[in-house]
């Protein structure tokens, strides 16, 4: 659970750096892509994209943990 918890702390941290990166340009661009409404397209995309990493994350560590109660039980 410890390992979840750091890769969501992990892909948080770094999407504040990359959001950070960009705060120059991001008055256009924003008021760009409000205007067009592909900014909420952009955000239910990364959405997606995220709870997709994480739910394959958790399938992993699931099945690691399987591997190691093996291993264990041997």
């Known amino acids: 659970m410890n390992k979840i918890a750091l890769s969501c702390l992990f892909f948080t941290l770094s999407a504040c750096i990359v959001f950070a990166q960009q705060a120059d340009t991001s008055a256009s661009l924003d008021g760009f892509m409000r205007s067009s409404d592909k ?34 039980n041997k």
Not at 51 to 67: F, P, V
């Open 39 to 72: 900014l909420y397209v952009v955000v239910a995309s990364l959405v997606i994209i995220f709870a997709g990493i994480i739910m394959y994350l958790i399938s992993i560590e699931r099945k690691l943990k399987k591997l190691e109660d093996q291993n264990r």
